[in-house]
C-alpha cells in the first residue's frame, strides 16, 4: 500500500479515531466524523474549540489517527502518526465550512468555538490479512 492507496482507503470510510496525549501523558481517543479534506499529506478535521482534544493539541501536537473498514472476510486499519495544528484562521475555516455545520456551530463559519484540526500525516502502519506495512510520508 502506498501513500496514494492510504489516502483513496481513508477517503472512504465514515468514521476516524483521533487520539491527543493529556497532561498526564496519557493518551486520549476520540471518534471523529471523517476527514473534511486531504490534501497532500495533510487531513482535515473539524471540532470544538472548547474541546478537550484541542486543549491537549495545544499542549502536545503528537498524535494519532486510525481508520478501519471491517468486512466479513477481511479486517483492514490504518494508524497514521503525525502532528496537529489547531487552525484558527478565517480562511482555514471557511476551506472546510459545510452548510450542515450551522447545526453545530450556531453563529456560522465565524462561530468562535468553531475551529480546524490540520494533521500532519508523519508515517502510517498499514493493517490486513495479518500483516503490517510501513508508510513514509
Not at 492510504?6 to 496519557?26: C, L, M, P, R, Y
Given at each position: 500500500m502506498d501513500k496514494i492507496q492510504i489516502f483513496k482507503f481513508i477517503s472512504e470510510q465514515k468514521t476516524a479515531f483521533i487520539a491527543s496525549v493529556n497532561a498526564q501523558g496519557f493518551p486520549v481517543v476520540s471518534a471523529m466524523l471523517a476527514p473534511r479534506k486531504i490534501d497532500g499529506n495533510d487531513i482535515y478535521f473539524s471540532t470544538n474549540t472548547s474541546s478537550n482534544?484541542?486543549?491537549q493539541y495545544l499542549e502536545n501536537n503528537?498524535?494519532?489517527v486510525y481508520f478501519y473498514k471491517r468486512g466479513?472476510?477481511?479486517y483492514q486499519g490504518v494508524s497514521i502518526m503525525g502532528e496537529t495544528e489547531v487552525c484558527t484562521d478565517q480562511a482555514t475555516k471557511e476551506m472546510i465550512w459545510r452548510f450542515g455545520d450551522k447545526l453545530f456551530y450556531k453563529q456560522g463559519v465565524t462561530d468562535p468555538d468553531y475551529c480546524v484540526l490540520k494533521f500532519k500525516c508523519i508515517?502510517?502502519?498499514?493493517?490486513?490479512?495479518?500483516?503490517?506495512?510501513?508508510?513514509?510520508?
Amino acid at each position: 500500500m502506498d501513500k496514494i492507496q492510504i489516502f483513496k482507503f481513508i477517503s472512504e470510510q465514515k468514521t476516524a479515531f483521533i487520539a491527543s496525549v493529556n497532561a498526564q501523558g496519557f493518551p486520549v481517543v476520540s471518534a471523529m466524523l471523517a476527514p473534511r479534506k486531504i490534501d497532500g499529506n495533510d487531513i482535515y478535521f473539524s471540532t470544538n474549540t472548547s474541546s478537550n482534544k484541542v486543549k491537549q493539541y495545544l499542549e502536545n501536537n503528537k498524535g494519532c489517527v486510525y481508520f478501519y473498514k471491517r468486512g466479513k472476510f477481511k479486517y483492514q486499519g490504518v494508524s497514521i502518526m503525525g502532528e496537529t495544528e489547531v487552525c484558527t484562521d478565517q480562511a482555514t475555516k471557511e476551506m472546510i465550512w459545510r452548510f450542515g455545520d450551522k447545526l453545530f456551530y450556531k453563529q456560522g463559519v465565524t462561530d468562535p468555538d468553531y475551529c480546524v484540526l490540520k494533521f500532519k500525516c508523519i508515517s502510517a502502519e498499514y493493517y490486513c490479512d495479518f500483516k503490517i506495512e510501513t508508510i513514509i510520508f
